[in-house]
């Protein structure tokens, strides 16, 4: 019993240092993607933009809500993200984690809400690592907050309702996944990456070099089905637990990379990463943690005791830069201290040999000789005399920033735990997402054509009690990544728009080129960034063409604002050229369909088709010249 007991592990346990990683990606994600959003802030977060709030809060009907929607100006949707970006930076440095984490979600909440036709399952997927986040202690390790708990936990270990939650919703997006693959390409025939590679749209270069290659598509594609399934279960063993999560988090962290270097799907792989990364096991962070090196210098910091604000900076240069022996007194309980500190008016830190050490050599010792982070003291040493004055500076104002400090670093004696009423509602929280994920898929009669004996009809319902929560929290969740099959409609966006002065020119796809008549355009070119493509996308379905006029109007202004009187634009036509990928390497099915037509002054107009004249009349002119 006791070696079986040698190989069994609780699944459920994570690694506070595992999820302190995931917090400084979430972090570094949540700043990344306000980052990529800045530039077309006023495109798709204002009244001026491609969805006014009017037809945002039609789209987003009952119980969703976004703080963006108070207002329509540049000014606020800015001020928004600049404060979204505050928190992310605050997640990342580990500062009022707690406060953070509750900021970020619900102000990520209220930018999903106020334009979703950008969106794709990785914004979810970061959307629910923040929310889970708000009830993980991931603060723990490797944060400021950590640095002020005067009673820190030795052990590394996490097990808790949150714990269950979040290894559950992490392997729910690769389980769930699998069983909506039910098409034939990932059943039967194993073309669902072939058919993904060559969806243009979609495809990165790099895949061109391998997508015709049957063998390898066909057994990626049921490596990457039984992997979804199969994987998910055996991170879930007790039994080998070590070596089958770490396999299983190697192997999904693998098809991610895949991912990234061949699809074109945004930040999504890099989010799914981050997750995997709180289910790397203990034993495993532990073998390549640092550990504190066995003749580490002990220092001896000294403050003085009327300022909170420099003993507070004592633990945080201890936390930061790995002094775990350090011990820290005030400079007034020593009979040989006290005098020094009053006389020099400077802390004191004094070194493994007993020499006395001031001001800004005694930060640079502290760097110095620390475990972590040692480098830093390569370039402030530099400062020489200039870096007492920046000591004297903060000195002079250690009062001031001692109340500051109060609110941004408080004191806590131990890390805060669940309460029996968040204990609850995360319970119940898990268990709905958990039925909600089960209820969206629709065959359980054969999975990967293996029969389970139910009915053809058996369905999972859904749990609508809850359905106001996850609706207003924006919780739902449906992982239908390349599901039930692979979209084989790839293909190219053209869109020539008439001038005034008659010109017709490109005005999306490398705005202002001349326009050649059905020239096929790099998808590098047809977008500006993968939102862009995801919004196009959408755009271009039938069920999204309540919102072509607004994307008209707004491409009609950004456009005649930049433009001479001459080059204004008056209508344009955005077309779609489909290539409906074949089989075994077949040409493609070319057809072309007509998104939208738009004119900038009077829509009354396009009943002549003045931009199809000027194309006839531009092609007749060409024929012509050859």
């Known amino acids: 019993m006791q070696q079986l007991n040698k190989y069994l592990n609780n699944p459920f346990v994570v690694d506070l240092r595992a999820l302190a990683m995931m917090r400084i990606g979430v972090g570094l994600l949540l700043f990344a993607d306000l980052w990529l959003r800045a530039p077309d802030v006023v495109a798709w977060l204002t009244d001026s933009g491609v969805l006014p709030r009017d037809l945002s809060m039609d789209f987003s009907n009952d119980y969703r809500w976004s703080l963006y ?14 404060i979204a970006g505050i928190f992310s930076v605050m997640l990342v440095l580990g500062l009022r984690t707690r406060m953070a984490s509750v900021g970020s979600f619900i102000l990520l909440v209220s930018l999903h809400n106020r334009n979703p ?20 202690p991931w603060g723990q390790r490797l944060a400021i907050d950590a640095s002020m708990v005067r009673q820190p936990t030795n052990n590394n270990r996490l097990l808790n309702i949150v714990s269950v939650a979040l290894v559950i919703q992490v392997l729910s997006v690769y ?101 995997l990364v709180a289910l790397l096991p203990h034993e495993v962070i532990e073998r390549f943690w640092p550990k504190d090196k066995p003749n580490h210098p002990v220092l001896k910091m000294y403050f003085d005791k009327s300022c909170v604000f420099c003993e507070k900076t004592c633990y945080l240069l ?51 000789s620390g475990s972590r982070l040692r480098w ?37 004696q131990e890390f805060p735990k669940l309460g029996l009423t968040t204990t609850m ?5 898990a268990t709905s997402l958990f039925w909600h994920n ?58 020539p728009g008439l001038l005034r002065n008659g010109e017709i020119r490109e005005i999306v796809a490398t705005p202002g080129t001349e326009f050649v008549l059905d020239q096929s355009v790099d998808a590098e070119a047809m977008f500006k960034n993968y939102r862009w493509a995801k919004y196009k996308r959408r755009l271009r379905l039938k069920n999204y063409s309540a919102y072509r006029a607004s994307y008209g109007n707004w491409l009609c202004h950004d456009w005649n604002s930049n433009a001479e009187e001459k080059e204004q634009l008056e209508a344009f036509n955005i077309y779609f050229v489909k290539h409906l990928t074949q089989p075994n390497h077949l040409p493609p099915k070319v057809t072309s369909q007509v998104v939208m037509r738009h004119h900038c002054t009077d829509p009354k107009l396009l009943k002549n088709r003045p931009v199809e004249g000027a194309i006839s009349r531009a092609a007749e002119k060409l024929a012509l010249i050859n």
């Open 69 to 82: 929607w108070l207002n329509g100006s540049e000014f606020w949707a800015s001020s928004l993200m600049v």
């Open 117 to 136: 036709l950008l969106l794709q399952g990785g914004d979810n997927l970061l959307l629910l690592m923040v929310f889970w986040g708000c009830f993980l």
């Open 175 to 275: 389980f769930f996944s699998a069983l909506l693959k039910t098409g034939s390409a990932w059943v039967e025939d194993g073309t669902a990456i072939y058919y993904a590679l060559h969806n243009d749209l979609f495809a990165l270069n790099f895949s061109h070099y391998w997508r015709d290659i049957d063998w390898l598509t066909h057994g990626l594609t049921n490596f990457v089905w039984w992997l979804e399934l199969v994987g998910p279960l055996l991170a879930l063993s007790p039994l080998f637990f070590v070596r089958f999560r770490t396999l299983m988090v190697l192997a999904f962290v693998a098809m991610e990379l895949g991912f990234i270097f061949n699809l074109r799907i945004g930040l999504f792989p890099y989010i799914s990463i981050v997750s």
């Open 318 to 368: 201890k936390y930061i830069f790995g002094h775990s022996s350090a011990t820290i007194s005030a400079a007034q309980d020593d009979d040989h201290v006290g005098p020094i500190l009053e006389k020099e008016n400077s802390w004191v830190v004094i070194d493994q040999f007993g020499e006395e050490h001031l001001r800004w050599n005694a930060l640079i010792l502290v760097i110095s």
């Open 376 to 412: 830093l003291s390569v370039p402030l040493a530099k400062l020489g005399s200039g870096g007492d004055r920046i000591y004297n500076w903060i000195g002079d104002r250690r009062y001031a920033f001692g109340r500051v400090s109060a609110f941004w670093l408080p004191w806590r």
């Open 425 to 429: 509602l995360v319970v119940a929280l």
């Open 438 to 495: 089960v209820s969206t898929v629709k065959k359980w009669d054969s999975i990967h054509g293996i029969s389970t004996g139910l009915d053809a009809g058996f369905r999972v319902p859904a749990p609508d009690f809850f359905y106001p929560i996850y609706r207003s929290l924006r919780l739902d969740q449906y992982w239908a990544m390349f599901a039930p099959t692979p979209a084989r409609a790839g293909g190219w966006f053209w869109s």
